[in-house]
């Protein structure tokens, strides 16, 4: 396989297919994306900024440290009642919003277009979260921190979620552990295992699973629940996909092999 992205076999469509790619591939893919360009000037303008209105090292430190400690919490909740949740596809208006945020993602889960989230979302999201946080910590210079830290978690976030895509297994245990149960989000049941780099928090709520055998299969683990009745009731979804939900998109692993590959990662 190539090195490079002038290959038409890593593309479906319009997009970069994970499932195809290579690491050296996904690194030339992730540099050079516009949306990760975008976080990687943000987190310098933050820097910048928290360096203007400097807070002092302790009110800085303090924002850095308060918003790895929020962050997945707050990545959770957003995970398992927004984007798992069964309201937005049931209005006009958000509809399009939920299809792309998360729905189009289960859908065809290793199209890089669809797993990066879109700025016009994450980027307000994360405002909403840091900036407060920094500010009662240390005023505006904190909260520059405070966003900045938050950014380039995201980009963490996104690089590592792209690795759970890939067509590529990782030198570390730690990644392949990680890998495993996110592919078990994605392949067997959608209701756990929402963590991205760390499974804390699905411990803390009981989401955490290990493995194929600690729960049946859902049969909502590719649409979310947005089943073809769904869309007879609720329709904007689907006109806008074009087609009726998937049950199962292309080239999805046989369950049992799934249950083979999760079982030799989790060892």
């Not at 038409?8 to 893919?29: C, E, H, P, V, Y």
């Not at 016009?120 to 904190?142: D, E, H, K, R, S």
């Not at 990680?178 to 078990?184: C, D």
Request: glycine share 8%.
């Amino acid at each position: 396989m190539s090195g490079t992205l002038n290959n038409a076999t890593i593309r479906t469509g319009r997009s970069f297919d994970l499932g195809k790619m290579n690491l050296r591939q996904l690194w030339i893919a992730y540099l050079t994306y516009p949306t990760i360009l975008l976080y990687f000037a943000l987190v310098i303008a933050s820097v910048a900024a928290a360096t203007w209105f400097f807070a002092g090292w302790g009110p800085t430190l303090v924002s850095v440290l308060a918003v790895i400690l929020v962050y997945p919490l707050a990545w959770y909740l957003l995970h398992r009642y927004v984007l798992h949740g069964r309201v937005l596809y049931k209005m006009k208006w958000t509809a399009s919003l939920w299809k792309r945020i998360h729905f189009d993602h289960h859908q065809d889960p290793h199209l890089l277009d669809v797993l990066f989230g879109a700025p016009v979302t994450t980027l307000p999201t994360i405002a909403v979260i840091t900036i407060p946080i920094g500010y009662l910590i240390g005023g505006w210079g904190a909260a520059a921190t405070a966003f900045g830290t938050g950014v380039a978690i995201t980009c963490i976030y996104e690089f590592f979620h792209c690795i759970q895509h890939l067509n590529y297994k990782p030198r570390s245990a730690w990644i392949q552990r990680m890998k495993a149960r996110h592919v078990l989000h994605h392949f067997h049941d959608e209701d756990g295992n929402f963590g991205i780099t760390s499974f804390v928090v699905d411990r803390v709520f009981g989401s955490y699973y290990l493995d194929a055998k600690a729960r049946p299969r859902s049969p909502t683990v590719f649409n979310l629940g947005y089943d073809v009745k769904e869309a007879q009731r609720f329709p904007w979804v689907m006109d806008l996909t074009g087609s009726p939900p998937r049950d199962r998109p292309d080239g999805a692993r046989p369950e049992a092999k799934l249950m083979r590959d999760t079982s030799q990662h989790a060892a």
